[in-house]
C-alpha cells in the first residue's frame, strides 16, 4: 500500500502541474457594422417636341425614377403654373399629365404615387402631356416647368 502511496504521490503532482497548461476556452466577439446610403434619382429621356395646334397628345419622354430605401419612397409631379402652359401675355392652356398612376390628371396640385417598395434597378415609363383639342389655336410660345421628384418616403 505504501508502495502505491509512493506512485500515487508523483503521478497527482504531474496531474496537478499539468493543469495550469490547460487554459480555458476564449472567444471574442467582433461588431459588424455599416451603412447603406439612400439613393434616390429621377431621369428623362426626351425628345424634342413642339405643341400640335390641333391638341392632343405629346410624349415628353422615358421617366425614370430609382430609389433604394427599404420603406419605399414618393413621386410628385407639380408644375411652376399649375397644369397650364403660359406665353408672355398671360394666355393659359391647361394639360393633364400621365404616368404610371396618374392617368390623365391636371396639375393644379401636386401628383403623389407612393412606392411602397425600394426600386433598386431603374424603372421606367412614358410621361404623356395632354393638351384640350379646342383651345390650341393661338401661335406663340407658351411654357410651363414640370418638377418630377422622387423622394425616399
Known sequence: MRAFRGLARPAFLALVLALPA??????????????????????????DSSLP???????????GEHCNES???????????GGALVDASGNKIPYTISYDQVDGRPLSEPQVINRLDP???LRTGALLLSLPRQLVRQGGFFSDTLTITVRAR
Not at 459588424?32 to 426626351?46: A, D, H, Q, R
Not at 395646334?53 to 421617366?63: C, K, P, R, Y
Open 71 to 81: 420603406s419605399g419612397y414618393t413621386v410628385v409631379l407639380s408644375s411652376t403654373n
Open 53 to 63: 395646334t390641333d391638341g392632343g397628345n405629346i410624349m415628353l419622354g422615358a421617366l
Open 22 to 47: 490547460v487554459k480555458p476556452a476564449m472567444a471574442l466577439n467582433i461588431a459588424v457594422k455599416g451603412v447603406v446610403e439612400s439613393n434616390c434619382f429621377v431621369s428623362l429621356s426626351t425628345d
Open 119 to 121: 426600386q433598386t434597378e
